[in-house]
Nanobody, 117 residues
Framework: QVQLVESGGGLVQAGGSLRLSCAAS????????MAWNRQAPGKERELVAS???????NYADSVKGRFTISKDNAKRTLYLQMNSLKSEDTGVYLC???????????WGQGTQVTVSS
């Protein structure tokens, strides 16, 4: 069974930076999309950033210009560089990977990001 493990969250002041990582326990065949999602208190889960199999990124309007998604296939790791953090970026960040070959979306447990104003 594939496991996704996020790390890198923490408490940071507004304007600061964090780098999140999501490591897969084993290779996932036929990856269509890898993504970072955010679950804020009292809000629905939202897609923050995604990257497709060709490496093309997409971002939510709220994070464009501040967040950068990237991946290292050799390390089976997805990253999210977050700069100029705002209090509204606070939440649990979960990574997800969708495999078209398996018809399955895998989820990590999440890592907490708290931005103090």
């Amino acid at each position: 069974q594939v496991q996704l493990v996020e790390s890198g969250g923490g408490l940071v002041q507004a304007g600061g930076s964090l780098r999140l990582s999501c490591a897969a326990s084993r290779d996932i065949p036929g990856i269509h999309q890898m993504a970072w999602n955010r679950q804020a208190p009292g809000k629905e889960r939202e897609l923050v950033a995604s990257i497709d199999g060709s490496g093309n990124p997409n971002y939510a309007d709220s994070v464009k210009g501040r967040f950068t998604i990237s991946k290292d296939n050799a390390k089976r790791t997805l990253y999210l560089q977050m700069n100029s953090l705002k209090s509204e970026d606070t939440g649990v960040y979960l990574c997800s990977v969708y495999s078209w070959q398996r018809g399955t979306q895998y989820w990590g447990q999440g890592t907490q990001v708290t931005v103090s104003s």
